[in-house]
């Protein structure tokens, strides 16, 4: 499976639209694009997942490149409770794979 | 539905004790995985289950054993815990035949070993 670079930390003020990046240049045509998240303590809960299409749901909208090199991940209205370690995860038939994620915290 | 379900939270062992972490889901999934997660880094995959009586291992097995006799069911054994087995457990659950489908995620059970 491809691996996924996504920055170390963000900051977002409550309310605003979060942004959350992931570059994965090595994606092959039949992996699709994962992000779960995990806060504090709790075990990961799955966010949204795509394949060339933007995807909405009632958590966030994933937004791929046309080249699907890389994806961007957005919370429309963060709130505190949106604080967590989000994770980009590139999958075909094989196990998900965990990276160090993006720790974001959403400040009032 | 509660989902998937871990036994106990929090624990404590000795070097060389053993152990067995439950985890049960009432979704009738197929897929059941079993995670480590170390300080500071993303989960690591210990063991997998494609269906009962089916298991295989995943990224770092070493030092731990699994069963898997139900759908329901898939405990995860540690046999003589070392310190370098002190980390937060997570089992994940999964529908669906294919490679694709979101995981869910019990609550974990902490682990320390002294």
Not at chain 1, 34 to 46: A, K, T, V
Not at chain 1, 63 to 71: L, M, P, Q
Not at chain 1, 77 to 90: G, Q
Request: charged share 15%; net charge neutral.
């Amino acid at each position: 499976d491809a691996k996924t670079t996504q920055p170390t930390s963000m900051d977002c003020a409550e309310g605003r639209a979060a942004n959350l990046p992931c570059n994965h240049s090595t994606i092959s045509g039949n992996e699709y694009v994962y992000w779960y998240r995990q806060i504090h303590s709790q075990g990961p809960q799955y966010i949204i997942h795509g394949l060339k299409n933007n995807e909405t749901n009632e958590m966030a909208s994933l937004i791929i490149t046309e080249d699907r090199k890389s994806s961007t991940l957005i919370l429309p209205h963060a709130t505190l409770r949106d604080t967590a370690v989000y994770y980009c995860i590139v999958k075909g038939w094989g196990k998900l794979q965990f990276g160090a994620g993006t720790q974001v915290v959403v400040t009032p | 539905n509660a989902g998937v379900t871990q036994t106990p939270k929090f624990r404590i062992l000795k070097i060389g004790q053993s152990m067995t972490l439950q985890c049960t889901q009432d979704m009738n999934h197929n897929y059941m995985y079993w995670y480590r997660q170390d300080p500071g880094m993303g989960l690591k995959l210990i063991y997998y289950s494609v269906g009962a009586g089916i298991t295989d291992k995943g990224e770092v097995p070493n030092g731990y054993n699994v069963s898997r006799s139900t759908t329901e069911d898939f405990p995860l054994r540690l046999e003589l815990a070392a310190p370098s087995q002190t980390s937060v457990y997570f089992c994940a659950s999964r529908g669906g035949t294919g490679g694709g489908g979101e995981q869910y995620f019990g609550p974990g059970t902490r682990l320390t070993v002294t």
